[in-house]
């Protein structure tokens, strides 16, 4: 390891913002990227990876940035083993305080053989060339053998020292199709250890794939054999079955320190917003039972816990709420409240709001104080949630109107949006209340895309809550994910569909990615 001076420190290498992006559905635009990666700032991530800049001129204008707006972090970009994905990474991390670039190639005999069709000593050649192209721009590169969990060991450590040798300051070991097991993963890494000479000249990195549920099992296993980076996503986003899941392996590393005595960077009081900011964005919904950040994951119903628990919450909690950044939802504000004392709620929930924003979020916290008796913490983050994310729409609601029910057959809605300035009005129909309120948003933005997905769920309890619906829509093999809330059902779901609408125009304007890889 090349950080003696801390040997148990663990580097959090965050890809989220590449890897989870390749999750089918969700892609982010600029301004949402741009806000997950100041809160991945903020949590104390030491890299993250902001996009392929080869794949898209979205992608190039993500991490060049995000390299002007970072401030600790190192910013990465991803590069295939070709000097064209090399130079185009250059350029976007240029403007960093501290650049890397992330190069790769598969090392594996299946995808030399089928997916490179390339010789086993032409590999090696052009991981010598890619590591030695991109010393040129920076000192910081990471070099990756994709599949390196399924690679010829001799073939693996052959490479892994030339690439070393060529100046690659990282090695990073992919478990990409999430195949191995803890105990073999962790032989791989203590036999790159003991056969490759020079690998003190290098951090050990590892990026495992969940696809037999053992991504963190493997991550903290390769740990444990001296890698000291792990690259992983906030609430394990990533394409297929996902990435290793940041928080679990945070909070592992943190609850079980006597067992596993390695630290990190990470202020994990941050780790709820960050997952609840990824979750709004993608629209990947955190199931209730998903250890760390779930809703259910510090709630105790069965009788023999609650009683434990009231006793000694030692009993059935092995970390805090607070320790995640999960405080209990309670009632906070009310329709009484002044502007004052909700901005204070809203630093105490991690939001910093500028003047404008939070005015709208406050007149909206006051409107749903008249519809609703409780207001919770919930409520208010769905309102900032709801409110930044339409921050540059060009479609927006303006009113709705819906007559359904057993004596209204079929279903009408009286929709009024404001498109690129100008309102527009319009009635529709449709099977359902849902289906002609999405009806009337066709009539009066005229466009081909396929409604997906569609679902509704509560935000806090009680029959007033605010609903939080989600929509994805597709078009031209496009897909984008729109979320909406509101104590009115069909209002979120409006909300939900011009928000991914909004999005679609946005991802129109992208050319057609390179075909990406983990």
């Not at 965050?14 to 903020?42: C, F, H, W, Y």
């Amino acid at each position: 390891m090349s950080n003696s001076k801390d040997a148990n420190r663990v580097i959090i290498f965050d890809t989220t913002l590449r890897d989870g992006e390749q999750s089918p559905g969700a892609s982010m635009n600029l301004d949402e990227k741009l806000r997950i990666a100041q809160v991945l700032e903020e949590m104390g991530v030491d890299v993250i990876e902001a996009g392929f800049p080869i794949a898209s001129d979205g992608d190039f204008e993500a991490v060049h940035e995000i390299a002007k707006t970072a401030s600790a972090a190192v910013v990465c970009g991803l590069a295939r083993a070709t000097r064209m994905d090399i130079e185009r990474c250059a350029e976007a991390v240029r403007p960093a305080r501290r650049g890397r670039i992330h190069t790769f190639i598969a090392t594996s005999p299946v995808h030399m053989k089928y997916k490179l069709q390339m010789e086993p000593d032409a590999v090696h050649e052009q991981v010598i060339e890619s590591v030695s192209y991109a010393r040129r721009f920076t000192d910081d590169v990471e070099w990756s053998c994709e599949d390196g969990s399924r690679s010829d060991h001799d073939f693996l450590c052959r490479c892994v020292e030339s690439a070393i040798d060529a100046g690659a300051t990282t090695i990073n070991v992919p478990d990409t199709v999430g195949y191995a097991v803890p105990d073999e993963f962790t032989a791989l890494i203590k036999m790159l250890f003991e056969r490759v000479p020079n690998i003190d000249k290098a951090v050990l990195s590892v990026h495992c794939h969940n696809d037999l549920g053992l991504a963190v099992a493997n991550s903290l296993a390769a740990v444990h054999a001296g890698a000291r980076q792990v690259e992983c996503t906030i609430n394990g986003l990533g394409e297929r079955a996902g990435n290793a899941a940041m928080e679990e392996i945070v909070m592992a590393l943190r609850t079980r320190n006597d067992h596993m005595p390695y630290t990190t960077a990470i202020r994990t009081e941050n780790i709820m917003r960050a997952s609840r900011l990824v979750s709004t964005v993608t629209g990947f919904t955190v199931q209730p039972n998903k250890a760390i950040v779930g809703a259910n994951a510090f709630a105790h119903e069965a009788g023999i816990h609650q009683d434990g628990m009231l006793k000694h919450a030692g009993t059935y909690e092995i970390m805090t709420p607070e320790s995640v950044g999960l405080t209990a939802s309670k009632l906070v504000l009310g329709k009484h409240s002044g502007s004052h004392a909700f901005r204070e709620k809203l630093k105490e929930l991690g939001y910093d709001l500028g003047d404008n924003a939070a005015r709208d979020v406050f007149k909206r916290f006051k409107d749903l104080a008249d519809k609703k008796k409780e207001i919770f913490d919930e409520d208010i983050v769905a309102l900032v949630d709801d409110e930044v994310v339409r921050a540059n729409d060009r479609v927006r609601l303006i009113s709705l109107e819906i007559l359904c029910g057993t004596k209204h057959r079929p279903p009408k809605a009286e929709l009024e949006l404001e498109i690129d300035g100008e309102i527009k009005h319009c009635r529709a129909t449709g099977d359902g209340p849902v289906d002609a309120a999405f009806n009337g948003i066709k009539a009066l933005f005229p466009h081909e895309a396929r409604l997906q997905l569609y679902q509704v769920h509560a935000v806090t309890q009680g029959t007033d809550a605010q609903a939080e619906v989600t929509v994805r829509l597709e078009e031209k093999g496009k897909t984008v994910i729109g979320q909406g809330a509101d104590t009115d059902t069909m209002v979120a779901s409006v909300k939900a569909y011009v928000n991914a609408l909004n999005k679609l125009l946005v991802k129109r304007k992208k050319s057609a990615p390179a075909a990406l890889s983990a």
